[in-house]
């Protein structure tokens, strides 16, 4: 994978490649940022500049030996842990990343690199209530590939996506390898949960912060996908909130279901809160808690954007909102009950309630106390 290859970020490509002319490499690297900005392909080309015989004009060359291998994840140099599980997997049974390695490599080859944990849970099947984890046996197989010299390139490279998946055991493991590791030994970490890590684990990495991709860099995208409306192509861009991902989502119409089903439970949340009607916030609760965690996720971000252009409204600037149809008509009536004193803290107790649910969290506990506390902020505007 080449930086051309890479949909915008070119100032953190330029630093990237800097980086490496220069001679400045970490040996162990964090980087940061939503999936859908371009983590993973960043991390991969990364190594693959970093390893080619043949760099020129900022970027691999694509062709050597070297380029071919990694482009296509079998460098021999190159290793990759990620959270696995499996369905019906038996008592003190060890599933590693290994033993999925052609799953890792069809859905990167497919997406670019692009998609989201969920979507790699969903690869493995492993249902609504089973999750990847990276566990102590992983980072033992860690330790023994690193432990060999390098096979053809200057650098053995081990990248580990999602290390917030790890266990206590495994990240301390992990840690004791970045306190002493290797000689021309390169660790990439790529994490959407930073806070979830050890402090010590990030004491001991250089973070590389992937920013979202920038709104003209997502509009380019809908106007290469076909999209010839201008007014459209805005809107599916800001909706996407710098994330390729969810652009792609869009494009395809994946979300529509998803997004009218968020807006529902939405409204309800709304009229119940207004009208201070606690038995029914609690089974409303109950409901939410009945879906995916990836469709809960989703409500919960269409509920944060929803407020938030909510507020815009009440502001006075509606002509500044990307809202039309049903959301435009329910939150025109709504905006009134948003204001500078509650915006905060609602957005507040949404980002609360994605973090609990993100780490497995119980969702009838999560939404039931996320319920009532809307309905405070909510109801107090009576």
Partial sequence: MRFADITGQEELKAHLVRSIDSGRISHAQLFTGAAGAGTLPLAIAYVQYLN???????????E?????????LAHPDLHFVFPVNKQGKKSGEVVRSDDFIEDWREIVESTGGYFSA???FDRLDLGKTLKGMI??????????????????AEYKTMIIWLPETMNEEAANKILKILEEPWDKTLFILITERADRLLQTILSRTQEVAVPRLKPE????????????????VRNVARLANGDLCELRRLIAGATDDVRHESFEMFCALMRFS?????????????????LTREQQ?????????????????????AGATYLWGEEAAFCNK??????????EPLIGEIETAMAQIGQNGNPKIVFTHFALAVSKYIARLQ
């Avoid at 997502?218 to 996908?225: G, I, N």
């Avoid at 606690?278 to 609760?285: D, G, S």
Wanted: with cysteine.
């Fill in 135 to 152: 566990s102590a046996k992983e980072t033992d197989e860690i330790i023994r590939k690193l432990s060999f010299k390098s096979f053809e």
């Fill in 64 to 72: 050597c030996p070297s380029c071919r291998k990694i482009a296509a």
């Fill in 217 to 232: 860099v997502l509009e380019r995208v809908v106007r290469e996908a076909g999209e010839s409306d201008e007014a459209k």
């Fill in 334 to 343: 709504f905006a009134p009950f948003i204001n500078s004193r509650n915006i």
């Fill in 274 to 290: 207004y009208n201070d009607r606690h038995l029914e916030l609690i089974t409303w609760a109950e409901e939410l808690a009945q």
């Fill in 297 to 317: 996720l989703s409500f919960l971000r269409h509920s944060a954007r929803l407020l938030r252009e909510s507020y815009v409204m009440h502001a006075g600037a």
């Fill in 52 to 62: 080619c015989a043949n760099r020129h004009d900022g970027d691999s060359c694509g």
């Fill in 118 to 120: 969920q979507e790699w």
